[in-house]
């Protein structure tokens, strides 16, 4: 395999967490879902000049192909990755449009921000979402999912959110996928904050025409790049029918059947692309999915203990909590406000979001990334701090 180049020879299992750059605070742990903490190493991959269509870079890019369709439990030959520059929801836009033919309906479980933003994408693009409403506060139930395709034949596709990024829920692919396939019908899965560090097996779903994530979440790679992994028959069947030129999975894949694997149709991310197979190098030393699902699970369990012990509650209850994104209910004392915390937490060194997609207002924080559970014990001690200068502590009782 290529390891591309820029000094990659020097890592290996072991590797130090390098802080980001920011212009004030030196060292800065980041618990964004997204982008996320990355490795010194990967960021380090982005600095040099990289002509997409040189003969060196083909192969590596190539190769990059191969190893998400393993990780997304495609098998050669039957699954394609079909890369897109851009952010995820190029991705998401990208599949509804390959997929689902102009005007038809599509079925969206509707318990977050991000299934909201697949309806608008849907309806932008002429094709007819049609929510099944969920509390944000759980995960949708395959019998849900059942029932409402039942209940509307015309429906073609259901458009499931994995991991619900505004709230922590976690929807499960394989149960809804199931029902999908029982029901005869095709499933779109926007696995972007989940892909990589929660199990997803497509040889098992037949019924996935997509998976989609992107190179910055649980990857840890640098953003730039999103990707599709589909059925080459599903995908070759549907070129042309995206009404995009850009947006068409099925002519990404045309292109690559008669131009290479290697090749681009527009300019790719160069430096991105070459970071994340960095990134996936260390993914592999790691231990693959299972054991950076298990750093996340125990950041996650050493940051809501924490947090509840300092008096914080969860928006979510435990059974429903996943591992990608602790969602806490703000304090209600007065001295507390969301940009206040975050400010005070950015001069300690600990960045998260400054905003909030649940019902009612939460702080969100972020347990992927380059990051264990050392840094989330800075940040809780941060997180002490913060809510006493903000006059917020409240220990738990
Ligand atoms: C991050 C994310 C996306 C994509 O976000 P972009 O900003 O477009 O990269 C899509 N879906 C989910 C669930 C996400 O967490």
């Given at each position: 395999m290529r390891r591309g180049r820029g000094g990659l020879s020097g890592h290996g299992a072991r590797v130090q967490l390098g802080r980001a750059h920011s212009p004030k605070v030196a060292s800065m742990i980041f618990l964004t879902p997204g982008p996320v903490q990355t490795r010194p190493e990967t960021r380090a991959a982005m600095a040099i000049d990289i002509a997409p269509w040189d003969r060196d870079f083909g192969p590596e890019y190539a190769a990059i192909r191969e190893r998400v369709r393993d990780i997304a439990g495609g098998v050669e030959g039957v699954h394609a990755t079909l890369p897109l520059q851009g952010a995820g929801h190029f991705l998401v836009e990208a599949a509804i449009r390959t997929f689902v033919p102009p005007g038809g309906r599509i079925l969206v479980p509707s318990n977050g921000t991000y299934a909201d933003r697949m309806m608008r994408l849907a309806r932008e693009a002429g094709r007819e979402p049609v929510a099944l409403p969920v509390p944000d506060t759980r995960g949708v139930r395959a019998e849900e999912v059942a029932a409402a395709l039942e209940a509307d034949p015309g429906i073609s596709h259901v458009c499931m959110v994995y991991s619900e990024t505004g709230s922590g829920i976690v929807n499960d692919p394989a149960a809804v996928g199931a029902a999908v396939r029982a029901a005869g019908r095709r499933l779109i899965l926007d696995a972007v904050s989940a892909f990589g560090a929660l199990p997803f097996d497509l040889k098992a779903q037949p019924e996935c025409d997509a998976v989609l994530f992107t190179s910055n979440k649980c990857l840890e790679g640098m953003p730039g790049i999103g990707f599709a992994v589909c059925p080459m028959d599903r995908a070759r069947g549907q070129a042309g029918q995206a009404g995009s030129w850009c947006f068409d999975l099925g002519d990404v894949l045309k292109h690559a059947e008669r131009q290479g694997w290697?090749?681009?149709?527009f300019t790719p991310p160069v430096q991105a692309l070459h970071a994340f197979a960095v990134a996936l190098d260390l993914y592999a030393a790691e231990g693959g999915q299972a054991a950076r699902l298990a750093r996340y699970a125990e950041n996650m369990r050493v940051l809501r203990a924490g947090a509840e012990a300092l008096g914080l509650v969860p928006y979510l209850d435990a059974e429903h909590q996943g591992p990608i994104i602790l969602t806490l209910h703000q304090p209600e004392t007065p001295g507390f406000t969301l940009q206040g915390f975050v400010e005070a937490l950015k001069r300690r060194g600990v960045l998260i979001s400054n905003f909030f997609t649940t019902q009612s207002p939460t702080i969100r924080i972020g347990c992927i990334g380059a990051v264990t559970p050392d840094d989330m014990q800075v940040a809780l001690r941060a997180m002490g701090e913060a809510l006493e200068e903000l006059g917020a502590a409240r220990k738990a009782a």
């Amino acid at each position: 395999m290529r390891r591309g180049r820029g000094g990659l020879s020097g890592h290996g299992a072991r590797v130090q967490l390098g802080r980001a750059h920011s212009p004030k605070v030196a060292s800065m742990i980041f618990l964004t879902p997204g982008p996320v903490q990355t490795r010194p190493e990967t960021r380090a991959a982005m600095a040099i000049d990289i002509a997409p269509w040189d003969r060196d870079f083909g192969p590596e890019y190539a190769a990059i192909r191969e190893r998400v369709r393993d990780i997304a439990g495609g098998v050669e030959g039957v699954h394609a990755t079909l890369p897109l520059q851009g952010a995820g929801h190029f991705l998401v836009e990208a599949a509804i449009r390959t997929f689902v033919p102009p005007g038809g309906r599509i079925l969206v479980p509707s318990n977050g921000t991000y299934a909201d933003r697949m309806m608008r994408l849907a309806r932008e693009a002429g094709r007819e979402p049609v929510a099944l409403p969920v509390p944000d506060t759980r995960g949708v139930r395959a019998e849900e999912v059942a029932a409402a395709l039942e209940a509307d034949p015309g429906i073609s596709h259901v458009c499931m959110v994995y991991s619900e990024t505004g709230s922590g829920i976690v929807n499960d692919p394989a149960a809804v996928g199931a029902a999908v396939r029982a029901a005869g019908r095709r499933l779109i899965l926007d696995a972007v904050s989940a892909f990589g560090a929660l199990p997803f097996d497509l040889k098992a779903q037949p019924e996935c025409d997509a998976v989609l994530f992107t190179s910055n979440k649980c990857l840890e790679g640098m953003p730039g790049i999103g990707f599709a992994v589909c059925p080459m028959d599903r995908a070759r069947g549907q070129a042309g029918q995206a009404g995009s030129w850009c947006f068409d999975l099925g002519d990404v894949l045309k292109h690559a059947e008669r131009q290479g694997w290697g090749s681009f149709r527009f300019t790719p991310p160069v430096q991105a692309l070459h970071a994340f197979a960095v990134a996936l190098d260390l993914y592999a030393a790691e231990g693959g999915q299972a054991a950076r699902l298990a750093r996340y699970a125990e950041n996650m369990r050493v940051l809501r203990a924490g947090a509840e012990a300092l008096g914080l509650v969860p928006y979510l209850d435990a059974e429903h909590q996943g591992p990608i994104i602790l969602t806490l209910h703000q304090p209600e004392t007065p001295g507390f406000t969301l940009q206040g915390f975050v400010e005070a937490l950015k001069r300690r060194g600990v960045l998260i979001s400054n905003f909030f997609t649940t019902q009612s207002p939460t702080i969100r924080i972020g347990c992927i990334g380059a990051v264990t559970p050392d840094d989330m014990q800075v940040a809780l001690r941060a997180m002490g701090e913060a809510l006493e200068e903000l006059g917020a502590a409240r220990k738990a009782a």
